[in-house]
């Protein structure tokens, strides 16, 4: 299976006794992500609730769960080792990305894969959906955690003086200049200095399907990124920075670090430098 598949394929392949489908939706405008999946959901969905998936315990929202959490939340799911999962969103913010970097990258899943196009695609073909909630057996997944490509604070700062790393933002280009106010109070406008943009909405098409090959390509080196070169991402909350990590995975890219505190923790500190303007 690869890593993005089309909506043709997931209707050939709903039903398979080893296919689990999960809604991976994520709102930050205040909508009700499991209403909506209890409203609308392709068959066979469960509900991922990511908002919820997080370290509780950490001031900076959707920080990395422990594995343990992460692990009972996926048995719980259905969602066990040998199962094929393809995620899905219907969300503007692409949050089934997220899900796939913490599934297939952080937490050891193999098999993970999301739907081009997400729901809107899959409806705007005329293709079934369901409502009501979804219970699955439980299914046992192995607890298992790799920080190797999680960014930490320290070693954001560490990179400003190395420079191993360049750093990719996935924000809008008004909030990384530092024209728009950021949505959470208490943290600073700007970006990390030296920081490159890549706006997430730039890996798109107009219909909502991922770019490929040489336009998804293009995407990267047409704001600056050097694709030979390893790269750190980052945005607001450490979800969209996820998109910028898929889509290098799309083109083979895989020397990705992913900056999880990213903004909401950088700007909100005293002692981190911000810069402001364009890159």
């Given at each position: 299976?690869?890593?993005?598949?089309?909506?043709?394929?997931?209707?050939?392949?709903?039903?398979?006794?080893?296919?689990?489908?999960?809604?991976?939706?994520?709102?930050?405008?205040?909508?009700?992500?499991a209403?909506?999946?209890?409203?609308?959901?392709?068959?066979?969905?469960?509900?991922?609730?990511?908002?919820?998936?997080?370290?509780?315990?950490?001031?900076?929202?959707?920080?990395?769960?422990?594995?343990?959490?992460f692990?009972?939340?996926?048995?719980?799911?259905?969602?066990?080792?040998?199962?094929?999962?393809?995620?899905?969103?219907?969300?503007?913010?692409?949050s089934?990305?997220?899900?796939?970097?913490?599934?297939?990258?952080?937490?050891?899943?193999?098999?993970?894969?999301?739907?081009?196009?997400?729901?809107?695609?899959?409806?705007a073909?005329?293709?079934?959906?369901?409502?009501?909630?979804?219970?699955l057996?439980?299914?046992?997944?192995?607890?298992?955690?790799?920080?190797?490509?999680?960014?930490?604070?320290?070693?954001?700062?560490?990179?400003?003086?190395?420079?191993?790393?360049?750093?990719?933002?996935?924000?809008?280009?008004?909030?990384?200049?530092?024209?728009?106010?950021?949505?959470?109070?208490?943290v600073?406008?700007?970006?990390?200095?030296?920081?490159?943009?890549?706006?997430?909405?730039?890996l798109?098409?107009?219909?909502?399907?991922?770019?490929?090959?040489?336009?998804?390509?293009?995407?990267?080196?047409?704001?600056?990124?050097?694709?030979?070169?390893?790269?750190?991402?980052?945005?607001?909350?450490?979800?969209?920075?996820?998109?910028?990590?898929?889509?290098?995975?799309?083109?083979?890219?895989?020397?990705?670090?992913?900056?999880?505190?990213?903004?909401?923790?950088?700007?909100?500190?005293?002692?981190?430098?911000?810069?402001?303007?364009?890159?």
């Amino acid at each position: 299976m690869d890593a993005l598949v089309s909506t043709e394929w997931l209707a050939k392949e709903l039903g398979a006794s080893d296919l689990r489908v999960v809604d991976a939706t994520l709102f930050i405008d205040g909508r009700d992500a499991a209403a909506e999946y209890e409203a609308e959901h392709i068959p066979g969905a469960v509900f991922m609730d990511l908002a919820n998936l997080a370290d509780t315990t950490n001031p900076y929202p959707m920080m990395l769960p422990k594995a343990e959490k992460f692990a009972s939340r996926m048995q719980s799911l259905g969602l066990g080792d040998g199962s094929r999962i393809v995620l899905y969103d219907n969300t503007p913010v692409k949050s089934a990305a997220r899900a796939w970097w913490m599934m297939s990258i952080v937490f050891g899943a193999h098999g993970v894969a999301i739907l081009d196009g997400g729901l809107a695609k899959w409806k705007a073909e005329g293709r079934p959906t369901e409502g009501g909630k979804v219970t699955l057996r439980h299914r046992h997944f192995t607890v298992w955690r790799d920080d190797k490509p999680v960014r930490t604070i320290d070693q954001m700062k560490a990179n400003l003086e190395s420079n191993a790393e360049q750093v990719v933002d996935a924000r809008g280009t008004a909030r990384f200049e530092g024209r728009e106010a950021e949505p959470r109070l208490g943290v600073n406008p700007g970006h990390i200095p030296g920081s490159i943009n890549l706006p997430y909405s730039n890996l798109f098409n107009e219909d909502g399907t991922w770019k490929k090959g040489e336009a998804l390509k293009a995407a990267f080196t047409d704001a600056g990124v050097d694709m030979d070169k390893p790269m750190a991402t980052t945005c607001g909350t450490g979800v969209t920075a996820a998109v910028l990590v898929f889509g290098a995975h799309l083109l083979g890219k895989t020397d990705v670090g992913l900056y999880d505190g990213s903004w909401s923790e950088w700007g909100a500190q005293a002692d981190t430098p911000k810069a402001i303007g364009a890159a």
